[in-house]
Structures are given as structure tokens and as C-alpha cells.
T-cell receptor, first 116, second 114 residues
């Protein structure tokens, strides 16, 4: 069965510092990969996605993620964090083909706190 | 463009009762998925509807059921509520069954079961 592991439950960084959030997955094939962000009282917003091709993908709000097949990882990075980035971040995987139910499997999330 | 809207935003029920949650999909989206997010957890897939038919289901019992209407809006019904059903219920829409999995989420309905 597929699974997603986000080993860091809570991360605290200072504003302006760099950020890396870890994500490891278990899946029968290379899945579609996603990072979503959830602010308090809000739904989930897609930051970026990987389907195929270039393993470094760019997303919104200055985020990027790198897919590493050998490590089954899809880590999220940002070179300089802003106070508005404080939120919960979810990594998710989905079936690597269309025409089926888009059942995403989510990790348990990483809560990001940004210090002034 | 109107995003995904859900109602009600908060509700409280007692064990054994039934609840109906509603979702209006984003304009142009004909596929709706429902997810349950327990406190401190990531969302878990309940089921998906496409053209008024359920076409995928997660590991949830039959007392979780749904509907999709011709205008693509959707309902999630939960019967015989249990304490563990307390969670944020998220609706997500997407532009077609054969899409790549990019979901557009509503802000959720927070259900508390006492």
C-alpha cells in the first residue's frame, strides 16, 4: 500500500533563513507528487507538483521541490522564508496515470513556525 | 471564478445522529472528492464522484455515503455518527476524471461529535 512520511512534525526557522521540508514515499511505481499548504482556517492550496521530466520543479510563493527516485523523496525547499509562510505543509502522492479516481495519499504534515 | 464552497463551516452532533455536508465545486469542474482530516493528521480520501457516479472509494465504512448532482455539487452523508468521526471534512474539485490529480480544496466543514 502507498504511504507518505513527513518525518518532521514541527519546524521552526527565522525569517530570511532557508527551509527544507522532508517527504519520503512508498509506492509501487513513481507516483505523481504534490506539496500542499494549509493555513489556519483555510483549505489546502497546491504549491507545486511533479509528474515527469525535470526533477527540480518550481512552484508558487518561491517554493521548489526536488524529486529523487533513488531515495523515494520529494523534499520542499525555499531559500528565504517569509513570516507569511507559517502554515502546515502536506506532501501527497497520487496514481501516475489518468482515467482513474484521483485518490491522493497525504503525509501527516509539517507545521512551520517562522520567528521574526 | 468561484472557488470550492462548503457548508456548514462548523457543526456539532451527538453520537448516533446523521449529518449532511454540502459542497459546490469550482466553476467548470465536474469531479468532486471528499477527504476527512482528523486533528493533527493529513487528509484521508473518502470517495470521489464523477458525472453523478461514485468512481473511487477509500477505506471508509458504508455509513459514509455521497451524492453528486447534475450541476456537479455534492453531498457527504454520515450515518450513525461515532466520536471518531469528529474531523474537518474537505471537499475538492478537479476539472475532469482524467486529470493529473491537481485538486482545488474548499475550506472544510468542521464536525464535532459529542
Amino acid at each position: 500500500a502507498q504511504s507518505v512520511t513527513q518525518p518532521d512534525i514541527h519546524i521552526t526557522v527565522s525569517e530570511g533563513a532557508s527551509l527544507e521540508l522532508r517527504c519520503n514515499y512508498s509506492y509501487g511505481a513513481t507516483p505523481y507528487l504534490f506539496w500542499y499548504v494549509q493555513s489556519p482556517g483555510q483549505g489546502l492550496q497546491l504549491l507545486l507538483k511533479y509528474f515527469s521530466g525535470d526533477t527540480l520543479v518550481q512552484g508558487i510563493k518561491g517554493f521548489e521541490a526536488e524529486f529523487k527516485r533513488s531515495q523515494s523523496s520529494f523534499n520542499l525547499r525555499k531559500p528565504s522564508v517569509h513570516w507569511s509562510d507559517a502554515a502546515e505543509y502536506f506532501c501527497a502522492v497520487g496514481p501516475p496515470f489518468s482515467g482513474s479516481a484521483r485518490q491522493l495519499t497525504f503525509g501527516s504534515g509539517t507545521q512551520l513556525t517562522v520567528l521574526p | 471564478e468561484t472557488g470550492v464552497t462548503q457548508s456548514p463551516t462548523h457543526l456539532i452532533k451527538t453520537r448516533g445522529q446523521q449529518v449532511t455536508l454540502r459542497c459546490s465545486s469550482q466553476s467548470g469542474h465536474n469531479t468532486v472528492s471528499w477527504y476527512q482530516q482528523a486533528l493533527g493528521q493529513g487528509p484521508q480520501f473518502i470517495f470521489q464522484y464523477y458525472r453523478e457516479e461514485e468512481n473511487g472509494r477509500g477505506n471508509f465504512p458504508p455509513r459514509f455515503s455521497g451524492l453528486q448532482f447534475p450541476n456537479y455539487s455534492s453531498e457527504l452523508n454520515v450515518n450513525a455518527l461515532e466520536l471518531d468521526d469528529s474531523a474537518l471534512y474537505l471537499c475538492a474539485s478537479s476539472p475532469g476524471q482524467a486529470n493529473t490529480g491537481e485538486l482545488f480544496f474548499g475550506e472544510g466543514s468542521r464536525l464535532t461529535v459529542l
